[in-house]
């Protein structure tokens, strides 16, 4: 297939695009480079004679016409949002217009051109979204595709909103849609503003780690190599106007995540004290979620599809990579809002 990525050159969409020429498609890559893109996390496959970059806002509806009608894609796979919650709890925004008006000009975009093909039976448009939509849980229970929807954030609410446009857009004008909503990702190219990052590079800088309130909040962690499989999983085969929830099945506390990536630093760049002697709990963030956990059970049984890796196993490879690439976090260190905190506006 060509595949148009959006976002292709953050920490999710670059995963799907080395993913997606590792397995012969053809990719364009469709990203703004605003602060959290990288082409850098592209690097492995920009001069590749399948892969295409294109400098494209997705809120400039008549740039994304350009694309459709330059490249031709068979498939979309709309990645790109803003996507921190602190950043959404400082600047709202930016969220809305990216996340809400940017998706609508997709949607807009894609069913033009898919008109204008000849409305082609291979056509997908897959939107990707968080589970972050559904709210937050208590001590038990999981969310399912038929979870309500109750977002708590400027973020979760933007992404709720996108996810409601694309039903409309597939129950109305029946562009072909797929639609999934993943965990918390981490891994290799991870933006330094996230959490399993910042406790990594704090911990080797010998600073303060922060973690919210008590580091009782529980998230389904989900490791991204694993998530782009899924993800293209999703568009070969998933249902068209069906959802997936693609979960980690890697339930764990803040403050536990954080004392294992200690542990396994003690262990691979070992210093006088250990580093989880550095944590320091700090004020939580305004409306902050207790718990996400997914219910695999759909993408599981009707694709095939469950994760790969353990939490343990993707946080050694996670921190592995960032020691082993010094240069790649070193060089993002001096954007906007890195190593400060956000979100405290409120």
């Given at each position: 297939m060509k595949i148009l990525v959006t976002g292709g050159a953050g920490f999710i969409g670059s995963a799907v695009v080395r993913l997606a020429i590792a397995r012969?498609?053809?990719?364009v890559n469709l990203d703004a480079l605003t602060y959290a893109a990288c082409l850098d996390n592209v690097a492995s496959v920009a001069d590749h004679a399948d892969y295409a970059f294109e400098q494209v806002d997705i809120r400039n509806r008549a740039a994304l016409d350009t694309v459709f009608q330059s490249h031709r894609p068979d498939t979309v796979m709309h990645l790109a949002a803003e996507s921190h919650v602190d950043r959404s709890i400082d600047g709202p925004g930016d969220f809305i217009e990216t996340n809400i008006t940017g998706t609508y000009n997709m949607l807009e975009a894609a069913r033009s051109y898919w008109l204008a093909e000849g409305k082609p039976d291979t056509f997908r448009f897959h939107h990707i979204s968080t589970d972050e939509v559904f709210g937050s849980l208590g001590e038990t229970g999981l969310f399912t595709?038929?979870?309500?929807?109750d977002p708590r954030s400027p973020?979760?609410?933007?992404?709720a909103s996108s996810d409601h446009l694309v039903r409309a857009?597939?129950?109305?004008?029946g562009l072909p849609v797929v639609m999934t909503n993943?965990?918390?990702?981490?891994?290799?190219?991870?933006?330094?503003?996230k959490l399993v990052p910042v406790?990594?590079?704090?911990a080797l800088a010998g600073e303060d780690i922060p973690v919210y309130g008590a580091g009782e909040n529980v998230r389904d962690w989900l490791y991204v190599e694993d998530h782009a499989e899924a993800l293209l999983t999703v568009l070969e085969k998933g249902a068209l106007g069906?959802?997936?929830?693609?979960?980690?099945?890697n339930e764990a506390r803040n403050i536990d995540l954080v004392q294992t990536i200690c542990h396994i630093l003690d262990t691979k760049r070992p210093k006088n004290t250990p580093y989880a002697a550095q944590i320091r709990f700090v004020t939580d963030r305004p409306g902050h979620d207790m718990r996400y956990a997914i219910d695999p059970t759909r993408i599981r049984t009707e694709l095939g599809w469950r994760p790969s890796v353990t939490l343990e196993q993707g946080l050694e490879r996670t921190v592995q990579w960032y020691l082993d690439n010094e240069s790649w976090w070193r060089a993002l260190q001096s954007r906007s809002g890195v190593g400060t905190r956000l979100g405290v506006k409120a």
């Open positions: 012969g498609h053809s990719v595709e038929d979870t309500p929807y973020y979760s609410a933007s992404k857009w597939h129950e109305t004008y993943c965990s918390n990702n981490y891994g290799p190219f991870h933006f330094p503003e406790v990594i590079l704090r069906r959802s997936y929830n693609i979960g980690g099945e």
